[in-house]
Structures are given as C-alpha cells and as structure tokens.
C-alpha cells in the first residue's frame, strides 16, 4: 500500500522511512556529516523507500555545502534525468508495468556506474525543480553566470516557497551579468 502512494508521488504528513527521518533529524540539528553518512548507507541498504526522491535532493544539497561540487552536480543531473525518462514514457502511452520497468533499469544503471542506490522509480517535479534551482546555484558560486541562468530559467513553479527568495536572487544576480 505505502509503496503504491510514492510511485503516485504522494505527499506524506509524517516520514515513512526510519533512515530517512534520522538523517531529517540530524539535519536539521545541523549535524550534516552524520545526516550525510546516513544517508550514504541508507541508500546502500536501500532502507529508504518512501522518500528516496527528496533523499537525493538533501545529499545533494550536503555534498553541495560541504564543496563537493562534481558529486552534487551528478546527483541532481541524474533526478533531471530521471524526471525526463518518466515524463517521455508517460506521455508514450506504455502501460506502467513498462514504465515501471524502463525507470528500475535507469536506477539500476545509475547504480552500476556508482551513481545512488535505492533510486526512486518517478522524480517529482518539485524535486526536479529544486535540482534545476542548485545546479544552477552552483553555477553561479563558480561565476559561470550564462550557464547558471540557462539552468535556472528551467525551473518550474513547483519550486517550495522556501526557496522563492534565494530563485529570486539569483535570476537577479545571473541577470546582471
């Protein structure tokens, strides 16, 4: 039942997952090496069934603060990709065990080439969003301002309100430029 709400892509009051709320915890006491190492072996165990989706966006967002620019930029490029694999075959009229099956394959081979375990089977459009809004964040701390605005132009309005204000920045900032 649980599994069948977050391939719908349900919204959840409360955390669904153990690891994941702990490493929620740790972050949010801004302990974020052990909400990273949580994380990191939460997907290794692939304890992380619920939330594997905004998962991604939280170690992407930690690698991203801590410098590790090329692992965050990998992790948010692959939840793009994933949003775009499911959005070509949803919109192909396959049946979803077909739909299913192509988005396991793209996480498994993520997987292969060392790219996140346990990866959702549907990127929601918020976390999508949100990958396109910190790459192109990243971006622009690197002073690659055209790309950053290339990235941040491709932001939907399914970005969360707690970010409007940093988007609004930047696409002022990138703008200046």
């Known amino acids: 039942m649980f599994a069948a709400a977050a391939s719908a ?36 165990t692939g304890s992380i069934k619920h939330h594997t989706d905004f998962a991604k966006v939280l170690r992407g967002g930690i690698h991203l603060s801590y410098g590790m620019e090329e692992e965050a930029r990998n992790i948010f490029y692959q939840i793009i990709e994933q949003g775009k694999a499911q959005s070509h075959l949803d919109n192909s009229g396959l049946s979803n065990g077909v739909v299913n099956t192509v988005a396991s394959n793209i996480a498994q081979s993520s997987n292969a080439e060392g790219g996140l375990l346990g ?27 055209l ?23 930047l696409i002022d900032a990138v703008g200046r430029h």
Request: aromatic share 16%; net charge neutral; glycine share 4%.
């Open 147 to 169: 790309p950053a605005a290339e990235n941040l132009e491709k932001v939907s309005k399914s970005l969360s309100r707690d970010l409007h204000p940093e988007f609004a920045f």
């Open 9 to 44: 892509g349900k919204k959840y009051n409360a955390v669904q997952d153990l690891d994941y709320g702990v490493a929620l915890y740790d972050y949010f006491q801004q302990d974020y090496f052990n909400a990273l190492s949580e994380l990191l072996i939460a997907e290794k």
């Open 119 to 145: 990866a959702s089977k549907k990127a929601s459009n918020e976390n999508i969003a949100r990958a396109w809004f910190y790459l192109g964040k990243l971006l622009y701390k690197k002073g690659e301002f």
